[in-house]
């Protein structure tokens, strides 16, 4: 009986003591000044949008790219996520190449888990934004995004200690460098569309996707006080890929006061997935996709540490 009651003591002082180093009521997530969500209208257009500040590094991201040893990508992040808490949003990532067969299908493009590659090292011509999520250090939970038409992926690590250019389409040797890198620093990768960077419409009318549907975009951006964040964006009428962007791009600069460094297309099509938890940890069903989490094939999740 008194082991008992001195394990339970200690569990309920090991979780206070982690929301106390999180300066988190025992209710609560997330500290709700990091997160704002709002719905807007411009030019005749609806906009749900979250923003989450990047102040001091407290909201993290984190990437399930493909299922591991039997383990679905809903069951991995189910298993992460119970161990994490801190949930503040989670939405489908990259396109997969299945859309009839969730068992079977996998990411489409260069797709790198924790690691361990998931695809063939062979990067689409397709999508030219290469996402990359750290795993630690200090850039642990970070997400950087390049344009790979630009040929100049500029990293650190694998030995060398000065920053080192990567051209991942030209040059096989680069790419190969690439992948012990993202092996050693057990980084996250994956491609998508990149639809403006450095503030930049880069996705053609001419080339991209025609197909009219409700859309979802990611963007890193800085507000007019030079506050930093990571933005999703659920845009519900019906447009296309490069119609949708441009004025997404227009919505963020002049409506919302945003200089975009990057905006990246999340999947609505194949697993149209979004959650967002409150505060205090409960969802929010008034941001919603139209498929359930558990057919996820990849999944971005962002949490509070």
């Not at 009839?100 to 489409?108: I, M, S």
Request: hydrophobic share 40%.
């Amino acid at each position: 009986m008194k082991r008992a009651v001195f394990i339970l003591l200690f569990l309920v002082l090991s979780c206070s003591l982690r929301l106390l180093s999180l300066n988190l009521p025992a209710s609560n997530c997330y500290d709700s000044n990091y997160v704002e969500l709002s719905n807007s209208t411009y030019k005749n257009e609806e906009y749900t949008v979250i923003m989450l500040n990047k102040a001091g590094q407290r909201i993290k991201a984190k990437y399930f790219a493909a299922p591991d040893i039997g383990k679905t990508v809903y069951k991995r992040y189910l298993d992460w996520s119970t161990r994490i808490k801190n949930i503040v949003l989670v939405s489908s990532g990259t396109y997969m190449d299945e859309c009839d067969n969730a068992e079977t299908a996998k990411p489409v493009g260069l797709t790198i888990d924790n690691g361990v590659p998931v695809t063939e090292t062979l990067i689409t011509k397709k999508m030219d934004a290469l996402v990359i999520i750290y795993s630690g250090g200090g850039l642990g939970g970070g997400i950087m995004v390049t344009n790979l038409l630009d040929g100049d992926l500029t990293l650190k690590g694998n030995g060398v200690n000065e920053k080192r250019k990567f051209n991942l389409r030209k040059s096989a040797d680069d790419l190969d460098d690439f992948m012990e890198w993202a092996q050693e620093q057990e980084a996250t990768v994956f491609q998508t569309h990149l639809l403006v960077y450095n503030n930049v419409l880069k996705v053609s009318a001419v080339n991209s996707s025609t197909a009219k549907r409700e859309r979802r975009f990611l963007a890193l951006g800085k507000d007019a006080d030079g506050q930093l964040f990571n933005i999703i964006l659920n845009c519900p009428s019906s447009a296309s890929l490069h119609d949708a962007s441009k004025k997404a791009l227009e919505f963020l600069n002049k409506f919302k006061e945003i200089n975009v460094s990057f905006m990246i297309n999340l999947d609505t099509g194949c697993q149209n997935v979004i959650e967002l938890r409150n505060s205090n940890c409960s969802v929010n069903k008034a941001v919603t996709g139209t498929h359930t989490i558990n057919s996820a094939v990849n999944l971005l999740a962002f949490y509070f540490q």
